[in-house]
C-alpha cells in the first residue's frame, strides 16, 4: 500500500527556516517522481516543487525559486523539502504527492498518491 508522511512543519518566525520531509512506504520512491504542494485557506492548492524519478531533475514554483530546495535521500526513502527565508505568505498546509512517469511537473492533477500534509505557520 502506497504511504506518503509530511513532518517536520511548525510555526516559525518570518527570514526563519524549516525543513519538510516526506517519507514514502509502499514503493521505492526514486521510482516515482515526487511534489510537493501547499494549500493556504481560502486558495487553490499550488505547486511547489518537485523532483524526477529517473535522473532527479528538480523544478520549483518561480515565486519559490532561491528559497527552497527539494531533495532525496534514496537510502531513506525520504524526500525533503528545505525552506528559507519564510514569509507570512508561505502559510499554508504542505503536501507531498506522488506519481509514476518521467519528467517533472507541478499540476497536482498528475499526481495520484498524496500525504495527509503537515502545517507550517510563518508568524511574528
Known amino acids: 500500500q502506497v504511504q506518503l508522511v509530511e513532518s517536520g512543519g511548525g510555526l516559525v518566525q518570518p527570514g526563519g527556516s524549516l525543513r519538510l520531509s516526506c517519507a514514502a512506504s509502499?514503493?521505492?520512491?526514486?521510482?516515482?517522481?515526487i511534489g510537493w504542494f501547499r494549500q493556504a485557506p481560502g486558495k487553490e492548492r499550488e505547486g511547489v516543487s518537485c523532483?524526477?524519478?529517473?535522473?532527479?531533475?528538480?523544478d520549483y514554483a518561480d515565486s519559490l525559486k532561491g528559497r527552497f530546495t527539494i531533495s532525496r535521500d534514496n537510502a531513506k526513502n525520504t524526500v525533503y523539502l528545505q525552506m528559507n527565508g519564510l514569509k507570512s505568505e508561505d502559510t499554508a498546509v504542505y503536501y507531498c504527492?506522488?506519481?509514476?512517469?518521467?519528467?517533472?511537473?507541478?499540476?497536482?492533477?498528475?499526481?495520484?498518491?498524496w500525504g495527509q500534509g503537515t502545517q507550517v505557520t510563518v508568524s511574528s
Open positions: 509502499g514503493f521505492t520512491s526514486d521510482y516515482y517522481r
Open positions: 523532483i524526477s524519478s529517473s535522473d532527479g531533475r528538480t
Open positions: 504527492a506522488a506519481s509514476g512517469g518521467s519528467g517533472t511537473t507541478l499540476n497536482p492533477r498528475a499526481y495520484a498518491y
